[in-house]
């Protein structure tokens, strides 16, 4: 085989080159039971498990795996190791032989939930998602952010176990919705389904029950992020949520990348997040944080495949850091598997804006799409969300996608 | 041994008698690592999977395990059956010899937390305590319950990861508190550290995503119940609920008792709900329900062993099964493990209130207990929950305490 044909020769510019490779669980059509752990290298998933058992390497017992629990368990230095080693897999030229039957198309396998969630938990942190919905849920309170924004990130529990992996269909929710004139609830499907643009960040190494994670911590606990769609029924969550928060509005799915892009990857991509208006206390303050708790991540919605949104996941005011050190202050533990979202991002443009209840301000201007008007997503829609990063070396850095198709109640 | 010694000789009235079986995990100090699924019997525990081997049953595969999970998971005929034996096993006189080396008095053993908590939800189901909360923290609303309380059961997902077993320590959490008049929120451990008194109900069959769990099949998916402690600093939460939900001032810990008892055994404790004030939207509606839907357990809050509070059950406005099918309507899947809270206890005497927000009306009436007044947990306190139901032929049948104990912020 002539080597310029081979899938680790990655073209120039690619989103997935050696300076990314995700990690992802796939199955092939020949052992559909098999799930295997996978790193992305261009258009290619390779083999992580077969290939650390052809190499002999001691990182086996971390890939040759069904899933991506033994790697996030097995902290920081390991993390780096393991990535080092996969590095040279993919690019030194002597591993090229036994690398290349490890590689399947990524159009020839089946992706999976990579890790087993343990607690899901979203923020809230983009100013402008909050000040918006504010506007739009409470127009008649004092200002659109509540007196506790500024001072933490706000953060609620979300479903674990309806967390699905990209590609998967989401089954549209029914429930009870009341608009204030209405004098009693009424019972359906919903009519206001969102999509929410976030990155979740999972948690590998755990904690102590009593113990917060400071600031300083967060990179010996977060392995990576992933691109995450929040799906929200805005018809059931304002009837619902007050006062115990999103409950059926948010519980129904949540769909992520089958990829898990790794914060190693991302160091080039690191940015100070945005002045704070007020003072913090000192668990949360990272003023004088040596490495900037932002990342430079530029988000793009589409709604089959036209683009409806650009959020620039830069604007963000609180960063993973700070909410990692919120969700532990009172001494709530950490599991391997833990997922944390930010929040729907959202810029300070219109066209910045992750949900379709901002986009089209709750229904009011509807979003004018190629296939027709939308306010709300409609039965059949596919929203796919992308991203990159600035990498090392003027190179981009792919997040993997995130998709789902609505499907109607069932 | 003359026969009247046997531990399987439980005295007449106890609330442990072969009527009641309630299903833990256990380990003994010869074998600390192992842990092994146990039924209490008086003050014994029998261990359920040797005494399953011992006698070639074939509920050994389901019983001869570390935890309850593949029990929760075999569904409500397995339920039954393996009821039916085991009430054999320590009632028939032929199976003493066999039964009694595998006893092991509660004092001699460890109980465990016996499955691995899926999801946890909260709900929010007594009206004197949605009540009596709304005026507290809300007093400048026109009604202190909000307009959806009595449409639908109110609930939010809390912390999986730190539930913990009856006998834990709970460490006093720190976090934000700001009251009204102070300029800037303040840091420090919690001043109104609470009790809430529930009844936690666990799943067993888990359901598909998008497939709501109809009112009737309740039994069909929930194994059992247990008494619950949510804790909740009551400062943190006034602070941070708004709009998404209490978080921190909850996900520091949630205590459950060690023992579930399965509803099988609660039959004769069903009672009708209160009448329901506003028609009920059909999913919810158990006004034509075969089997009552409500439980009449009489629990009992203690502080250091003196009662401050026995809340009745039987008064809440909603259902489990009811909760079950809310929870669920929206096409949220269950999962094996799941788990769900009533929401604090309270009747409608003062006396009956489930947490110490409501019993000193914030603060405001302290307590007058033996070594001292309280409005709010002090460290060191500890906390016990017990309570019974009515059971078959006048018997009673005594649920597992939930116990804990408050150390100070680490």
Request: charged share 25%.
């Given at each position: 085989m002539p080597e310029q044909s081979s899938p680790l020769d990655v073209p120039e510019g690619d989103l997935f080159g050696p300076h990314n490779l995700p990690y992802g669980v796939f199955s092939t059509p020949d052992r559909p039971g098999e799930r295997r752990v996978g790193v992305r290298i261009g258009d290619h998933v390779l083999d992580a498990g077969a290939a650390a058992l052809a190499l002999g390497s001691p990182y086996a017992q971390l890939l040759a795996q069904p899933d991506l629990m033994a790697l996030l368990a097995a902290g920081r230095t390991a993390w780096r190791d393991v990535r080092r080693a996969l590095t040279a897999w993919v690019t030194v030229?002597?591993?090229?032989?036994?690398?290349?039957?490890?590689?399947h198309p990524l159009d020839a396998v089946t992706l999976h939930l990579p890790y087993r969630v343990a607690d899901y938990v979203d923020f809230y942190a983009s100013e402008h998602h909050a000040t918006n919905v504010g506007q739009i849920f409470r127009p008649d309170a004092d200002a659109p952010l509540t007196p506790n924004w500024k001072h933490l990130p706000i953060g609620y529990h979300g479903r674990a176990g309806t967390v699905v992996v990209s590609g998967t269909d989401v089954v549209r929710p029914a429930g009870q919705r009341k608009a204030p004139a209405d004098p009693a609830p009424v019972f359906g499907p919903s009519v206001k389904l969102d999509i929410e643009a976030e990155v979740g960040f999972v948690v590998g190494t755990p904690s102590a029950q009593g113990k917060p994670v400071a600031l300083t911590d967060f990179r010996e606990h977060v392995f990576g992020l992933s691109l995450l769609n929040d799906w929200s029924a805005r018809d059931i969550q304002a009837w619902e949520y007050v006062p115990l928060g999103p409950f059926l509005g948010k519980s129904f799915a949540t769909s992520v990348s089958a990829w898990v892009t790794p914060l190693e990857a991302l160091d080039a991509a690191r940015t100070a997040p945005p002045a704070r208006d007020l003072p913090l206390l000192p668990y949360l303050d990272d003023a004088d944080e040596d490495e900037p708790g932002g990342y430079d991540l530029r988000i793009s919605v589409a709604v089959n495949g036209h683009v409806v949104a650009e959020p620039p996941f830069s604007t963000m005011y609180w960063t993973a850091a700070q909410q990692l050190a919120q969700m532990t202050v009172n001494g709530a533990s950490l599991r391997?598997?833990?997922?944390?979202?930010?929040?729907?991002?959202?810029?300070?443009?219109p066209s910045q804006r992750g949900c379709l209840l901002e986009l089209t301000w709750n229904g009011r201007d509807p979003l004018e799409l190629p296939d027709g008007?939308?306010?709300?997503?409609?039965?059949?829609?596919?929203?796919?969300?992308?991203?990159?990063?600035?990498?090392p070396d003027g190179t981009r850095v792919g997040l993997g996608e995130v998709s789902g198709r609505v499907v109607p109640t069932d």
């Open positions: 030229p002597a591993h090229r032989a036994d690398m290349e039957p490890l590689l391997t598997g833990d997922l944390f979202g930010s929040g729907t991002v959202s810029g300070a443009e008007k939308r306010t709300f997503l409609e039965d059949g829609d596919t929203v796919t969300i992308t991203a990159w990063a600035p990498g």
